[in-house]
């Protein structure tokens, strides 16, 4: 027995790749109602989910439709239902106006994301050279045994910890400063590491992308030895809809 597998929602006339394959190699097609279409693969109904080649494919599907000039609205992995008629009547029926005013508002467009982290060394040094505070209890955890220097460490963590902090707020903000005028929309996501100065989902034109690209690299050329940027894109525009299933 099989079910259905959804990986997003799409315009009904979208020409699908034809080569496209989701989980386990299964073929993706559409189930078109109106004016939308899913995209779904078979799935074998007591198939569990989770690895991390399943959600790779998950996420192939739906990069191969925007990399074909679709424009798809993504769905959390994991979604299922029980057939081509429940994909009908238990989501795009109900669903259609909401869905279709979501594609016409992201037509056109494409998401790329940016990822900033400090290289640590040189933020570090900058902090030393930067701050007389830091420098003086810098110099002087040095020259002192580690237990006479206990608290003058731990201050010296502190005061590191805030300059960072304050570093991360200002280049993470110029750095939003320089890209998002560029974009229609920006998405910040929550950083996970101590390091990181930005996450961020830009959704641009596809006709600016490569003008977008080539401020990315002036951007980079200008923090370079201080700050790594990460590029991916286009991709599916996962920051910039609300997520139906």
């Known amino acids: ?10 315009d009904a006339d979208v020409e699908v790749p034809g080569t496209l394959t989701g989980i386990d190699g299964q073929e993706v097609s559409l189930v078109t109602h109106g004016r939308c279409a899913a995209l779904v693969s078979d799935l074998a109904a007591d198939r569990p ?10 996420q192939a599907v739906l990069q191969q439709v925007v990399e074909a000039g679709g424009t798809v609205l993504p769905f959390r992995f994991g979604g299922a239902l029980t057939d081509r008629d429940a994909v009908v009547e238990e989501l795009l029926s109900p669903h259609e106006d909401t869905f279709v005013e979501q594609l016409g508002s992201l037509r056109g467009q494409v998401e790329v994301r940016i ?44 005061l590191i910890a805030q300059a960072f ?76 809809v609300g997520q139906e299933s």
């Open 49 to 58: 989910l989770g690895t991390r080649d399943d959600l790779m494919a998950h």
């Open 115 to 158: 990822k900033a982290r400090y290289v640590e060394d040189a933020v570090l040094r900058e902090m030393v050279q930067d701050e007389p505070e830091i420098a003086e209890l810098n110099q002087r955890v040095r020259e002192l045994p580690e237990d006479a220097a206990y608290y003058d460490r731990v201050r010296l963590g502190e």
């Open 165 to 240: 902090t304050r570093r991360r707020e200002n280049d993470g903000q110029g750095l939003l400063d320089a890209l998002a005028p560029r974009a229609t929309a920006v998405a910040q996501r929550e950083l996970s590491r101590e390091d990181d100065v930005l996450d961020a989902g830009f959704l641009i034109d596809r006709k600016e992308r490569e003008e977008f690209e080539k401020l990315v690299d002036e951007v980079g050329k200008e923090i370079d030895g201080r700050i790594r940027l990460r590029f991916a894109g286009p991709l599916p525009p996962y920051d910039f």
């Open 1 to 10: 027995m099989t079910v259905q597998y959804v990986y997003g929602v799409t």
